[in-house]
T-cell receptor, first 112, second 109 residues
Framework: NAGVIQTPRHKVTGKGQEATLWCEPI?????VFWYRQTIVQGLEFLTY????????DSGMPKERFSAQMPNQSHSTLKIQSTQPQDSAVYLC??????????FGPGTRLTVL | GMPVEQNPPALSLYEGADSGLRCNFS?????VQWFQQNHRGRLITLFY???GTKENGRLKSTFNSKERYSTLHIKDAQLEDSGTYFC???????????FGTGTSLLVDP
């Protein structure tokens, strides 16, 4: 069991470019969560899927951010027209429906 | 106020000392997870509790949903315990986590 896999581990983009972050949940886990960690805001929820269906995206910025889960083995978080304030560590977690969440190592996004 | 208040924000201990961390929730949570974030930034689950108390080696955690708090107790602190500890509550099983602001723990020899 490799745990939750996130790629890339580090990404540097220029202002205005697009960034796509990937998450592979633990096999058999039906829920996938995305969180963001910054020094100022701490750890904050973005969005989550259950059985590939979007359930709650209340933490997602309304513009430029989108997430998808096209199949049970991966989810993507896309940020269009990245801005410096998008710089953060983006964390993906997965869980069996009603139990603890297991976190991946995160993707550190730096927007120059 | 903050949905999850975590105290203390920072803690310095000598090896062998005992101490405790606490999270107070502004709303009723159905479960809590405690994490240690290591120097590489990885969130490692220490405990998942829906109620009561759990122990694992030198660590012990309690969750009281009705009183809206959870605690993490560290006994006989070791150098490798250094890191940042987070609590996170979930209002429903399998629901999103709301994190505390973290406790930065430094254990000195």
């Amino acid at each position: 069991n490799a745990g939750v896999i996130q790629t890339p581990r580090h990404k540097v983009t220029g202002k205005g470019q697009e960034a796509t972050l990937w998450c592979e949940p633990i096999s058999g886990h039906s829920a996938v969560f995305w969180y963001r960690q910054t020094i100022v805001q701490g750890l904050e929820f973005l969005t989550y899927f259950r059985n590939q269906a979007p359930i709650d995206d209340s933490g997602m910025p309304k513009e430029r951010f989108s997430a998808q889960m096209p199949n049970q083995s991966h989810s993507t978080l896309k940020i269009q027209s990245t801005q410096p304030q998008d710089s953060a560590v983006y964390l993906c977690a997965s869980s069996v429906t009603t139990y603890e969440q297991y976190f991946g190592p995160g993707t550190r996004l730096t927007v120059l | 106020g903050m949905p999850v208040e975590q105290n203390p924000p920072a803690l310095s201990l000598y090896e062998g000392a005992d101490s405790g961390l606490r999270c107070n929730f502004s709303t009723t949570m159905k479960s809590v997870q405690w994490f240690q974030q290591n120097h590489r930034g990885r969130l490692i689950t220490l405990f998942y509790l829906a109620q009561g108390t759990k122990e694992n080696g030198r660590l012990k955690s309690t969750f009281n949903s009705k009183e809206r708090y959870s605690t993490l107790h560290i006994k006989d602190a070791q150098l490798e315990d250094s890191g940042t500890y987070f609590c996170a509550g979930s209002r429903n099983m399998g629901y999103k986590l709301t994190f505390g602001t973290g406790t930065s723990l430094l254990v000195d020899p």
